[in-house]
């Protein structure tokens, strides 16, 4: 936050001084308005002359710079702006507040237009496990990783949403981002649910909010728990769809600017963060109005 606000010092600093140079530079005779020339008493009036030849018209001679004549003093106008934001610091939290609402809003549209194209991959994937009610009216996707701890603590919202809103699909989209036990976990996970996808939101509450760290050896403990065949498991690991899903959800995530986990898509919007049970149900609750 502190290099956010010094960088928004230096910028505000800077287009204050190009402002006020552009200005000074644009405008000389600012510089002069205030160098009054004296009047000039009335001349009497003259007496008709006789008219006289036509004299050879003279070439006009080259105009002088006005902006020559302007002298530009830089430590003068630098001194103005700096005494300026230190008499009225809190301009700088105005324009940081400013430009995180504008950055805000711009990737609330850019969001809207990923979703309106990407709706099939983001709601539907078939690669997807989906726990509450399959044919609910709205859809929540989340995209995790297994060994996220905001994740972890986040299920207990995804079990509380369920089990109090019957109408709502709860979609989970693998993201491991956490490194190689992660994405291995993650391979399990998904040849587990092409295997046995009416088991998978066992499998994942079990890996999910297990204790300790999520690895290949923990999954596959798991699945097999469940009633998985492990030859036919360890075959379906080495399914090219497989990365091929990992591929399609990391360029969807990039598209979303989702860059961290847990991250949910809701209606047409994307919410950051594990920010609890109440919150995604205002969200829902948001979708459902909109429907």
Known sequence: MKKALLLCTTGVAVALAMLAFGFVAGNPQVAKAGTAQPAQTAQPAQTAQPVQTAQPVQTAQPAQSAVADTKIDRAEVEGIIRDYLLKNPEVLLEVQDALEAKQKEEQRLAALGVIKNA???????????????????????????????????????????????????????????????????????????????????????????????????????????????????????????????????????????????????????????????EVLAEKIEAAKAAL
């Open 119 to 277: 709706k099939d991959q983001i709601f539907n994937s078939t690669f997807d496990g989906v726990v509450g009610n399959p044919n609910g009216k709205v859809t929540i996707v989340e995209f995790y990783d297994y060994n996220c701890g905001f994740c972890k603590r986040a299920i207990e919202d995804m079990r509380a949403l369920t089990k109090s809103d019957p109408d709502l699909r709860f979609v989970l989209k693998e993201f491991p981002i956490l490194g190689p036990d992660s994405q291995k976990a993650s391979v399990v996970s998904m040849a587990f649910h092409l295997m046995m996808p009416e088991k998978y939101g066992e499998f994942h509450n079990a890996l999910l909010g297990g204790q300790g760290r999520a690895t290949e050896a923990t999954a596959i403990k798991i699945a097999l728990s469940l009633g998985a065949d492990e030859a036919t498991l360890r075959e379906k690991m080495k399914d090219a769809s497989i990365p091929e899903a990992f591929s399609k959800t990391y360029d969807l995530a990039n598209k979303l600017q989702i860059t961290g986990t847990p991250s949910y898509v809701v209606g047409n919007e994307v919410v950051f963060g594990a920010l609890g049970q």
